[in-house]
């Protein structure tokens, strides 16, 4: 008897439940979208979810962070991230890497002006352990590093039109013992503007941060900016394939180079497939960011910043704004298609979260 892999077992799941609906559900994409936001206060109001909905089909939910035992998460993620025709294709850490959230914002060295130390935003390291010894790194001990600092969200705006606007207002603040929250070091205004159209979900996302007080300054650091951990069943090492807009296959590490075999592309996608159904998410960085260098795995880890590689200072005067696109797909994912979006992203406007305000 042959042994049954997990892939099998689970993509075969997915394809039985997912394959007797395919047709009406290619006749039932075809309607106008009908998106709803829900509120959702499930525990005593701690934590909260936005459930975001295209008629009875999830498109995705925006999960708040909160520093609670049984729900432990210090940054806000979109999770899971559907196709239209509602398959995931975004995923939370699987079996490694908790920080690794479905879509995510956040950096791991933030540095306050006259610091000597940097703070992390992007993992989720618990409080400091002077004793504890490090196995698995030789330069540094994270076990002594922590604690990570949350980034709580202050306040939570939306707007349903032809599309889903969702704008955010964050303190990214540190964690002190026995608190939940210590003093805000960075203040973030976010947006987030989702569709679905044709073979696409569209999540655009905004980000602008400026100091809570003193400057500061995200240091080179891989743990930055923007990311997607893609579903574990499509990811390259279970059989899915990354590609990017310089034709590389399963490109792997830095790239922000200028030219050459590590030249930054404009967006990488990964494709693979859930039982026999082909699907897919991309992300792609906008031409007015002050930079845009990729990390990417093949674990299913990928990752655009102005911040991999160099630094970036943060003021009042001189605040930092990003912007990326996120395209959850069903079928494959053209280069063309691809091509498309990225022109369409780069000249959808001003990368500022505030350029279209929400009522």
């Not at 203040?187 to 503007?193: F, G, H, L, S, T």
């Not at 079928?331 to 990368?351: N, P, R, V, W, Y």
Request: charged share 25%; glycine share 8%; hydrophobic share 35%.
């Amino acid at each position: 008897m042959s042994e049954i892999s997990r892939r099998s077992l689970l993509s075969a799941g997915a394809g039985g439940i997912f394959a007797a609906t395919v047709r009406s559900s290619e006749r039932e994409r075809e309607k106008l979208p009908n998106y709803t936001v829900e509120d959702q206060v499930p525990f005593n109001g701690q934590t909260r979810r936005l459930k975001l909905s295209n008629g009875d089909r999830v498109i995705s939910s925006l999960i708040f962070p909160t520093d609670y035992p049984t729900h432990f998460r210090l940054k806000p993620e979109l999770y899971p991230v559907c196709t239209p025709l509602g398959f995931p294709v975004t995923d939370s850490h699987q079996f490694c890497f908790i920080h690794h959230q479905s879509i995510m914002t956040g950096h791991g060295k933030v540095r306050l002006e006259g610091a000597d130390h940097d703070l992390d935003f992007y993992r989720q390291l618990p409080y400091a352990d002077e004793q504890r010894n490090d196995p698995y790194h030789t330069d540094h001990n994270l076990f002594q590093m922590g604690p990570s600092g949350i980034q709580r969200v202050t306040s939570a705006k939306w707007q349903v039109t032809n599309e889903i606007a969702l704008a955010l207002r964050l303190e990214w603040q540190t964690r002190e013992v026995q608190s939940e929250g210590g003093d805000p070091i960075v203040i973030e205004e976010r947006r987030y503007n989702i569709l679905q159209r044709g073979n696409f979900t569209i999540i655009d996302q905004f980000s602008q941060l400026v100091p809570a007080d003193k400057p500061f300054t995200l240091m080179a650091d891989r743990h930055s900016f923007v990311g997607v951990r893609v579903h574990d069943l499509i990811d390259p090492d279970e059989g899915g394939v990354m590609r990017d807009s310089e034709r590389r296959i399963n490109p792997d590490g830095n790239y922000w180079d200028e030219q050459g075999d590590r030249k930054a592309p404009k967006w990488i996608d990964c494709t693979g497939r859930f039982g026999n159904n082909v699907v897919g998410v991309a992300m792609f960085g906008h031409p007015e960011n002050v930079r845009n260098e990729f990390y990417c795995r093949g674990w299913g880890l990928m990752i655009c910043s102005a911040a991999l590689g160099r630094d970036v200072h943060v003021s009042r005067n001189a605040p930092f704004q990003f912007a990326a696109r996120y395209v959850a797909h069903d079928g494959q994912l053209t280069h063309a298609a691809a091509t498309k979006l990225s022109d369409e992203f780069a000249e959808s406007g001003h990368i500022s979260p505030n350029a279209i305000p929400i009522e």
